[in-house]
T-cell receptor, first 114, second 112 residues
Framework: GAVVSQHPSWVICKSGTSVKIECRSL??????MFWYRQFPKQSLMLMATSNEGSKATYEQGVEKDKFLINHASLTLSTLTVTSAHPEDSSFYICSAGDTVYGYTFGSGTRLTVV | GEDVEQSLFLSVREGDSSVINCTYT??????LYWYKQEPGAGLQLLTYIFSNMDMKQDQRLTVLLNKKDKHLSLRIADTQTGDSAIYFCAEAPNSGNTPLVFGKGTRLSVIA
């Protein structure tokens, strides 16, 4: 079946630095990638939707200059958290959308900013 | 906008059946999903149902859909301690092109 590989699984970074999270679709082409954020004991909050080769569409309240999304190919999408601060600490999950396989989720990245 | 509601907690004894309920508001919802999330992990797709179906069974899992009432349920037969997790209901008008709308999740606790 469809698999999305998300890396890293966890990362600890210093405040003010940037962190890149990668999501790769391994055996299919992800025409659409969704990025979510999940706070402890809460549901998934959609951050943005990206289609290959075009700019991401951000949800209201999500800073596009802080959460940079790149979807340069049909198999790779990246989320970069720029100038990270402790309040950016969270669980980030990507989901590849495809009309054949539906939604395939990555395993998530736990970001801790110290 | 679309909204998906779930009860937050459910506690059952091992061996009993669990029923997790979900309601949604978007009448154009075509695809309805159930995901399982264990602590610190990503989401695992359990099952899904199309809006033109009333029921779907997959081993211990049974999904019932009442489209008129916009009510979805997930029944887990012979619940085991390994079933303890958070279960998310999610819906989308089509598959893969639009983002899923998630409920807040139901935390299932299985008592041995």
């Amino acid at each position: 079946g469809a698999v999305v590989s998300q890396h890293p699984s966890w990362v600890i970074c210093k405040s003010g630095t940037s962190v890149k999270i990668e999501c790769r679709s391994l055996d299919f082409q992800a025409t659409t990638m969704f990025w979510y954020r999940q706070f402890p004991k809460q549901s998934l909050m959609l951050m943005a939707t990206s289609n290959e080769g075009s700019k991401a569409t951000y949800e209201q309240g999500v800073e596009k200059d802080k959460f940079l999304i790149n979807h340069a190919s049909l198999t790779l999408s990246t989320l970069t958290v720029t100038s990270a601060h402790p309040e950016d600490s969270s669980f980030y999950i990507c989901s590849a959308g495809d009309t054949v396989y539906g939604y395939t989720f990555g395993s998530g990245t736990r970001l801790t900013v110290v | 906008g679309e909204d998906v509601e779930q009860s937050l907690f459910l506690s059952v004894r091992e061996g009993d059946s669990s029923v997790i309920n979900c309601t949604y508001t978007d009448s154009s919802s075509t695809y309805l999903y159930w995901y399982k999330q264990e602590p610190g992990a990503g989401l695992q797709l359990l099952t899904y149902i199309f809006s033109n179906m009333d029921m779907k069974q997959d081993q211990r899992l049974t999904v019932l859909l009442n489209k008129k009432d916009k009510h979805l349920s997930l029944r887990i037969a012979d619940t085991q301690t390994g079933d303890s997790a958070i279960y998310f209901c999610a819906e989308a008008p089509n598959s893969g092109n639009t983002p899923l709308v998630f409920g807040k999740g139901t935390r299932l606790s299985v008592i041995a």
